[in-house]
């Protein structure tokens, strides 16, 4: 797949928090039971439509402040080509890393791979709706009403980290690289409040020896020890979901990321 921007998102860091020991599907069903499912328009990812109505997708955003009621819903990762067209959709709640993958493949001209998540209602507005792409809450008008100087939502132009994207340190797994940059998460908490604007998302669940560091491949996982070889090694876990900008901070200097559900300040080595 060329130019392939693989977007990996999973819903539940949102609300696994509060759901431990729950069923996340089950969770999310019950939550959004009275939300309205709405559609994307398969011929236009610009588009989808919420109780009959068809809206377009703006460039313009609002912050996590800027939000109203949440009264529907998408959530569906969408496959798409060069010309906005969706070739394929998974659904959020179901998917997985390797359904993701599947996605990919099952996509081979798919250039875009994004998630749309929720939608919401304006506050003391009802000119528009507001709509969780990729980390970004864009606005929706109803697409009849679209002024010819609204700029409609660009899918080619994905959020941007500060030289390209993050990952995981393949050598040291709490580590973070950014172009060529290293990043060492700390163990200093970071509150809501002190987030700024969203730069990225990983997504990944990394299992690393907790005295090495190295992240344990797959193999390495399912590996039976039948000598125990390994008896004394201590393992760890780390789900990492979205960066944030930290308020008073510069971004090459320090992050916010998301690791098992709570913040940790990421400082530039």
Same mark, same amino acid.
Request: negative net charge; aromatic residues 14%.
């Given at each position: 797949?060329? +130019?392939?921007?693989?977007?990996?998102?999973?819903?539940a860091f949102i609300v696994c928090a509060a759901l431990a020991g729950c069923s996340l599907q089950d969770k999310i069903k019950e939550y959004s039971s009275d939300k309205e499912q709405c559609y994307l328009d398969t011929e236009n990812v610009t588009r989808f439509s919420y109780k009959g109505n068809n809206y377009t997708i703006l460039a313009d955003t609002v912050s996590n402040g800027g939000l109203g009621?949440?009264? =529907?819903? /998408?959530? &569906?990762?969408?496959?798409?080509?060069?010309?906005?067209?969706?070739l394929l959709q998974e659904n959020v709640e179901t998917a997985t890393f390797h359904s993701l993958a599947d996605l990919a493949e099952k996509a081979p001209e798919a250039a875009y791979i994004i998630p749309f998540l929720n939608v919401y209602a304006a506050p003391n507005?009802?000119?528009?709706?507001?709509?969780? /792409?990729?980390? =970004?809450?864009?606005?929706?008008? /109803?697409? $009849?009403?679209?002024?010819?100087?609204?700029?409609?939502? %660009?899918?080619?132009?994905?959020? +941007?980290?500060?030289? =390209?994207?993050? $990952?995981?340190n393949p050598e040291n797994a709490t580590q973070l690289l950014c172009g060529g940059t290293i990043y060492q998460v700390t163990s200093d908490m970071v509150s809501d409040d002190e987030l700024g604007s969203?730069?990225? /998302?990983?997504?990944?669940?990394?299992?690393?020896?907790?005295?090495?560091?190295?992240?344990?491949? +797959? $193999?390495?996982?399912? +590996?039976? %020890?039948?000598?125990?070889?390994?008896? =004394? &090694?201590?393992r760890e876990n780390?789900?990492?979901?979205?960066?944030?900008?930290?308020y008073g901070t510069d971004k090459a200097e320090a992050v916010a990321v998301n690791v098992n559900d709570n913040y940790y300040i990421a400082k530039r080595q």
């Open positions: 797949m060329n +130019k392939k921007r693989i977007m990996f998102v999973l819903f009621e949440w009264i =529907g819903y /998408i959530r &569906q990762l969408a496959a798409i080509d060069e010309k906005g067209k969706i507005a009802d000119a528009y709706l507001i709509v969780d /792409i990729n980390g =970004g809450y864009h606005k929706a008008v /109803i697409s $009849e009403n679209v002024k010819d100087n609204d700029m409609v939502f %660009d899918f080619k132009k994905t959020e +941007k980290s500060i030289n =390209g994207s993050f $990952e995981v969203y730069i990225d /998302i990983l997504a990944e669940s990394v299992t690393f020896d907790t005295e090495t560091k190295i992240p344990l491949s +797959k $193999e390495d996982l399912s +590996k039976i %020890d039948w000598y125990g070889e390994n008896a =004394g &090694q201590g780390w789900f990492y979901t979205d960066i944030y900008e930290i």
